[in-house]
């Protein structure tokens, strides 16, 4: 039975969003069409979700440290949750989960902002790269709340498509390189969005997405000085030259707890492809402010890294 279905919004992926600069709140373009585009895409999910049946739909901010939303660019009857996607699963009674705005794991050279939850991380589940959309189909999947429907950059829906086949879904740009993209009409493109989010409320349209029952966990760190924090954050101690941190079990919020501690580390209070805030809970560091650090974001929307070796 169609009922409460949680959006989850990242910006990265949004219609019309074609510079870097759009992503973050260090620059105007953030606020003049990063934002605004991130709230269109997850409107016209929502509009659909309504179209389709939904009868309750929420918004969850999932971009940086999910500040970045006001209620009143939400269109009602769509209200934003001031929760984590965590804490509206756990909230009970969720439908389906739909993603706004996706972008494509860490390594993808034609995708526009190609990371896996932040800058210079990578993820694997079972030794398959991993990005964020099915990283938090599978945090949504143990609490048995249904992927019903994904939105975003053309490469980020062909890669949750390698993973979920079934998976409904709605480009709304093509990525050039990590920089740029070819635009598909923003307001074609959120059209389309709304017709695939008004079948993705239909009863049946998605599925649980589930790991293997015993699963692993591995989250890799491009940069040695960041890998020495998560270690201390971890376990306080570990060979000073360790890059990869495992996780081994069956629970996936588990898991995500496990990732959370780790990206806290170097990203305190970060939301975006966790699901669920890191820990400190308190932005700092990289995020002090509430601002990802300049330099670091420079050196994120340069050439991408090799972050595994095999
Ligand atoms: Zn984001």
């Known amino acids: 039975m169609p009922g409460k279905f949680v959006v989850l919004a990242d910006l990265d992926g949004a219609a019309g969003v074609r510079n870097p600069h759009e992503c973050f709140p260090n ?27 939904a009868s309750e739909v929420v918004i969850v901010d999932g971009h940086l440290i999910g500040q970045n939303l006001i209620s009143a660019r939400v269109g009602a009857p769509a209200h934003l949750s001031a929760k984590t996607l965590l804490e509206e699963l756990q909230g009970g009674a969720v439908s389906g989960l739909f993603l706004t705005g996706i972008h494509a794991k860490t390594g993808t050279p034609n995708s526009f902002s190609s990371h896996t939850i932040a800058p210079f991380l990578a993820a694997r589940v079972n030794g398959d790269i991993v990005g964020d959309s099915l990283l ?20 980020a829906c062909e890669e949750i498509q390698w993973a979920l086949p079934w998976i409904l879904n709605s480009p709304t740009k093509t990525g050039f390189d990590r920089a740029s993209v070819r635009h598909h009409n923003p307001d074609t493109a959120r059209a389309s969005l709304e017709e695939i989010a008004a079948r993705a409320a239909a009863p049946g349209a998605g599925r649980v997405v589930k790991p293997s029952r015993e699963f692993r966990v591995e989250l890799s760190l491009a940069r040695a000085e960041d ?5 201390r954050a971890l376990d306080g ?15 996936f919020v588990e898991a995500t707890a496990f990732l959370g501690t780790a990206v806290g ?11 669920r805030r890191a820990r400190p809970e308190t932005p ?27």
Do not use: C
């Open 27 to 53: 620059y105007p373009e953030f606020e003049q069409y990063g934002v605004p585009h991130m709230a269109a895409d997850a409107n016209a999910a929502a509009r659909g979700l309504f179209k389709g049946g």
């Open 136 to 155: 938090v189909a599978y945090l949504a999947g143990a609490l048995d709340v249904p992927l019903v429907g994904v939105s975003g950059d053309w490469v």
């Open 227 to 231: 890998a020495q924090l998560v270690a």
């Open 237 to 251: 101690a570990g060979p000073p030259n360790r890059r990869v941190f495992a996780h081994a079990g069956q629970d």
């Open 265 to 275: 580390a170097i990203y305190p209070a970060w939301v975006d492809g966790l699901g």
């Open 284 to 310: 700092g560091g990289y995020t002090a402010g509430g601002m990802l650090d300049t330099a670091l974001i420079e050196r994120f929307m340069g050439p991408t890294a090799p972050y595994w070796s095999d």
